[in-house]
């Protein structure tokens, strides 16, 4: 028996199976969907490492990347679990009542669970034990997402500055401000703080719920943070060490 299993999701077409390796996992501050951004490259101050399966490590498949500064990450909408999909959905930056077709959108719940990224590589870090580890910034996947494959980032070809965008043109700088008292926020590791300010001000919320008496929870890098929203303001009231179960309140912050 092999000591590492070949992950393979399989597509039956008809008579036709066509088959995609899991080439590697993606490890982020997420371990749950909510509060991730919903585009990549909105908070370029989000880190994830990129490990490949062992299969995948032979350090000559990623000769010449580091000559690229940024690359597509194909990846699978794991926790999408729908069994069917649907011709319309509701974009939770539209109020989350508008449909739209599925295919103007990018839904995790699609005919075919696939996701696309693109993120900043800062470093392919060659000396580890796992390695090649590709450090990437920029991540908007939850820790442990499934990678199909990667590619390079291709200015004169993928960058189309002329583009339209849709529906998006009316909610792209849709942002809460955010009051997070300083004895809570101290509490995060410096290099993380200025990450969960972005995150909170993008407006984790489902789009429906606008509930201004409900308190939310955003699990990031161990903590979790907690909040409610009033009135265009998000407010952070307590966090929660998930190592330890302790959770700190401020004083400033009243519910």
């Known amino acids: 028996m092999k000591e590492h299993a070949i992950i393979t999701t399989i597509i039956f077409i008809e008579s036709e199976i066509i088959r995609m390796n899991i080439i590697a996992k993606v490890h982020t501050d997420f371990k749950t969907?909510?509060?991730?951004?919903?585009?990549?490259?909105?908070?370029?101050?989000?880190?994830?490492?990129?490990?490949?399966?062992?299969?995948?490590?032979?350090?000559?498949?990623?000769?010449?990347?580091?000559?690229?500064?940024?690359?597509?990450?194909?990846?699978?909408?794991?926790?999408?679990?729908?069994?069917?999909?649907?011709?319309?959905?509701?974009?939770?930056?539209?109020?989350?009542?508008?449909?739209?077709?599925?295919?103007?959108?990018?839904?995790?719940?699609?005919?075919?669970?696939?996701?696309m990224s693109c993120v900043?590589?800062?470093?392919?870090?060659?000396?580890?034990k796992?390695?090649?580890?590709?450090?990437?910034?920029?991540?908007?996947?939850?820790?442990?997402?499934?990678?199909?494959?990667?590619?390079?980032y291709i200015p004169y070809a993928d960058c189309h500055p002329e583009a339209k965008e849709g529906f998006v043109t009316q909610t792209k700088d849709y942002a809460l401000d955010v009051i997070f008292p300083l004895d809570l926020?101290?509490?995060i590791p410096k290099e993380k703080q200025n990450a969960i300010m972005e995150v909170l001000k993008q407006d984790p919320r489902p789009a429906y719920d606008a509930d201004s008496n409900r308190r939310y929870g955003v699990d990031f890098a161990g903590f979790d943070v907690r909040f409610y929203v009033r009135d265009g303001v998000l407010s952070v009231c307590e966090i929660e060490i998930l190592s330890t179960g302790e959770v700190v309140s401020s004083a400033q912050c009243q519910t």
């Open 130 to 152: 796992s390695g090649p580890i590709l450090h990437v910034a920029g991540i908007d996947m939850m820790d442990q997402t499934p990678v199909y494959d990667i590619k390079p």
């Open 33 to 115: 969907k909510f509060g991730l951004p919903r585009q990549s490259g909105l908070i370029p101050e989000l880190k994830g490492r990129i490990i490949f399966e062992p299969e995948y490590r032979q350090p000559e498949a990623f000769r010449g990347l580091e000559g690229f500064s940024h690359i597509w990450i194909l990846w699978k909408f794991s926790e999408s679990k729908k069994e069917h999909w649907a011709a319309t959905v509701t974009p939770p930056r539209l109020g989350g009542k508008k449909r739209v077709g599925v295919f103007a959108t990018r839904s995790p719940f699609r005919p075919n669970d696939i996701g």
């Open 120 to 128: 900043k590589l800062e470093s392919i870090e060659y000396d580890s």
């Open 185 to 187: 926020l101290e509490i």
